[in-house]
């Protein structure tokens, strides 16, 4: 008969587990990409040459 510790242990770990799949499973059904716009004509046209994405072409 296994001891009460390794029933706890075992017990613990198969939680943490499950609740890692839930969290990424959350997660992936939200999407990672926020629900406003990131690139606006606004935001590009004060960002620094430095940070702009370089066009096709150049």
């Given at each position: 008969?296994?001891?009460?510790?390794?029933?706890?242990?075992?017990?613990?770990e198969?939680?943490?587990?499950?609740?890692?799949?839930v969290?990424?499973?959350?997660?992936?059904?939200?999407?990672?990409?926020?629900?406003?716009?990131?690139?606006?004509?606004?935001?590009?046209?004060?960002?620094?040459?430095?940070q702009?994405?370089?066009?096709?072409?150049?």
């Open positions: 008969m296994a001891s009460k510790t390794t029933i706890t242990w075992k017990r613990r198969q939680r943490q587990k499950n609740a890692g799949k969290r990424k499973a959350a997660n992936r059904n939200k999407g990672t990409t926020p629900p406003f716009p990131i690139h606006t004509p606004e935001v590009d046209a004060a960002a620094p040459a430095s702009l994405t370089p066009k096709a072409g150049n």
